[in-house]
């Protein structure tokens, strides 16, 4: 099941990542001062996880492609993806977040990490 968490990081910073299955952390956020900020940012997210402008494909300097998902507006980086061993897996990992999103639930605790 797709499933959004919200989670304070070792420096007091609120961030939520993706899971699109039981498993894997496919996407986290950048951080946010505020747990409404974190929930403002995951919002707009949701709202925009289908446009394909919004994710800038990288590679790391090692050659392990991964994404930044941008604001459409601002190019404001929301947050990253994992690495992935090639492209079209990457791909087939926005494919599979622009699917599970929409029916995604949201955990509304705050999980220290």
């Not at 952390?25 to 995951?42: M, N, R, V």
């Not at 590679?59 to 604001?71: C, N, S, V």
């Not at 947050?79 to 061993?85: C, I, K």
């Amino acid at each position: 099941m797709p499933l959004f968490k919200i989670f304070t990081d070792k420096e007091g910073v609120y961030r939520f990542f993706l899971k699109t299955d039981s498993k894997h952390i496919s996407f986290i956020s950048t951080g946010c001062s505020s747990k409404f900020q974190c929930l403002q940012k995951l919002e707009l997210f949701k709202q925009q996880a289908f446009n394909n402008k919004c994710y800038i494909r990288l590679t790391t300097e090692r050659g392990d492609p991964y994404f930044k998902f941008i604001k459409s507006v601002t190019n404001e980086v929301v947050g990253d993806s994992e690495l992935f061993l090639n492209r079209r897996m990457m791909e087939k990992k926005i494919t599979e977040i622009k699917k599970v999103v929409p029916v995604a639930k949201v955990d509304t605790l705050t999980y220290s990490g």
